[in-house]
């Protein structure tokens, strides 16, 4: 019993059920039980990642109300993470605890239709403006942008350095009029995520994160986390898909099952292989930044998504040839394993994309892991604004 | 025992009228629309392949009204159907259940889809591999009572073939459309939605009984799998041409990604597959007529071959365009849906594989 779990019943004995759920989870974040490793002061205890874990546990047997994760995934996932590493004080304390309770949502404005793998090469131009920056250009890919009120954005602040050096990071108000988010319908048939337009929108200062021109490091971070909350999902958001299968496995034919069973059971065993693997990977982090290595995660989480949601269908027959429903609904949020087979095996076809393709990501395990040459980049070192497109 | 599988010049002027035809009549956003419940389409098409170039009857005898072409001519129209995911019943009724008929002399009925105006269906799961015993059917006194699941091609259909037991025999029986409850189910492939047949003392007429209603079944599967395996080489083809042509016009890292090895290795190896899935197809298309075990095998070998590739590329092809692929509002998805429900229609790569097993004591 870790002095963290001491400190959740301790709290608990003195919530009262009738509190509201927003002041609940406030109350929760005030004394440090959000996320127990962080620092005391931003919803944190400075106590053991291990602890986490049990505190939550302690919480849901209470019947506390949760904090709804899966519809914050970015928000959790990506920009708590890059607020921790490079944001300020003051930052830390306005922003984190409306990120974790889920008062606000939190969208990625990365990807542009002409730099989705070549992230740096960015075009939404912020310019300086009396306390502040301007900010114009067109955003694409941005899941969640419909329910969000702030955004993790990366924009060019000087065009004459060369890419990867003229950029930087804000968290920009989504709520800003000259933001305009339109629907994008993804192949399942949802509208998860959308386009985004900037138009003058101003950001201020106080949300520029980390320092001007130094966009391209913070973004680095994100994404590190990114490929570790995709590849790496909570299991308690969200069942593995392994399990899934497992599952539809049991109910299938047993002559389906005699001719198939070589193949689920590589990708079961490939499956629970991965999960020691991360689980390796998180004893060797010591002080939970990822690196390099989490890219490999992703890279065998999609692959496995993919292959076992295909399976799926192929078990299922009669049944596989049907789908849930094709209408174009905005979710709220989205759960891999969630819905359907059909719907399963489509939307892992985005896991290999979102957050940098299978094939970025070779390339940094390539080399930024084993060191190999990269290959030619013919922008490399020139003014970005010279660069070829 | 290897036939010619390349394509000969009356295959090569059928490809082109047929191709020419489809660009003009199967627009993708339309075959899109069907996702959204427009079914406009799949008529409109239908209507424009049976008056253009007579189509539906395309491999019928001509003393029937067809044009007696022969399977491999067949194949090659299939190629192009999957080209463009044309959302209409030519597998299903024009190869399945024209095949069917034929194995029971049914002219009249044939007599009757050779202007496109008779559309048939076999009351089958579209999941069926090889054959079906019938037993969620029952008949008696002239009547059908029961029902079938994930049927293709039954939603516009004006004569259902139903499968079902009369006492222990198997028989055939034509049920008319308006006589069956049709209920379309949401489909992973709406360009060929499946629905479930209810039958509540359907009126029907046996066509065949015994083991000349499982023949009559089973060479109409056979004959669909020999020909589905062409619509997967289409649907290939389509995925790889389309990929390469993207990656050489996209660029990031200030140059086009298909210049990256990486992209070319995998294309390359794709357009191995899809050489290959070409012969296999080509082969079933040219040894599938007598149905004999050569035929049984060259269906099994490309059907476990061709299944497979189809699905690859059009993964693939999703891949490789990056966001764009996941997007409702490029085609990639409508191909990506098809290959997919294409390779558990008609039984799995695994069953064939498992059939070839038995048929070569392997
Ligand atoms: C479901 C989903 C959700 C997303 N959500 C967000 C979001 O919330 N916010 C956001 O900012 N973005 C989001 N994205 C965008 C995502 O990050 C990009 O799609 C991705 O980085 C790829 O960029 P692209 O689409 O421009 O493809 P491209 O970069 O054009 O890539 C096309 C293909 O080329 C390959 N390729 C490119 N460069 C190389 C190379 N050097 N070597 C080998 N192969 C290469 C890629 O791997 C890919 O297969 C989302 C994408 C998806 C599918």
Redesign the pocket.
Known sequence: MSASADLARAFLADWDPATTRLESLRARYDAGLAWVSRPEGVGGLGASRDDQREVDGIFAAAGFPDNNAAANG?GLGMAAPTIFAVGTDEQKQRLLRPLWTGEEIW?????EPGA???LANIATRATRTDGGWIVSGQ?V????AHNAVRALLVARTDPDLPKHEGLTYFAMNMLDPGVEVRPLR?LTGEA??NEVFLTDVFVPDEDLLGSVNDGWRVAMTTLASERVSIGNSDADIEEAMVDVVERTWRSAPQRTRDVMQDRFLRLWVDARVADLTAARMKQQLAAGRPGPEGSALKVTFARLAQELSGLELELLGADGLGYGDWAMVRPTAVVFTGRDAGYRYLRAK?NS????????LL?IIAEKVLGLPP?HRPDKGMAWKDSPR | MTGDLLYSETEDALRESVRALLAANCPSDRVASMYDGDESLARDLWGAVSVAMELPAIGLPESLGGSGASAREVAVVMEELGRVVAPIPFLTSSVIAQRSLGHCGETDLLKAMADGSHVCALAVPFSSFGRTRGESVSVSGGRVTGSVAAVAGAGHADVILVPGLDGGDLTLQAVDAADAHVTRRSSLDMSRPVCDLTFESSPAREIARGQDADDAVSSGLLMGSAMLASEQVGVAEWCLETTVAYVKQ?N??GRP?GS?Q??KHRLARLWISVNSARAAARNAAVLVEPGDVPAKVAVALAQSYCSDVAVLAAEECV??????G?TWEHPTHLYLKRAKADQLALGTPAHYRARLAALNSL
């Open positions: 970015i969208c990625q404005l990365f990807s989705g793998s070549d955003k890919w941005t899941s969640n993804q998860e995520f985005g994309i979102e957050g940098g393709t299978t094939e970025i390339n290959e | 996209r990031q890292f990604i990256f990486a992209v891949q490789l365009h990056g966001g764009i996941m």
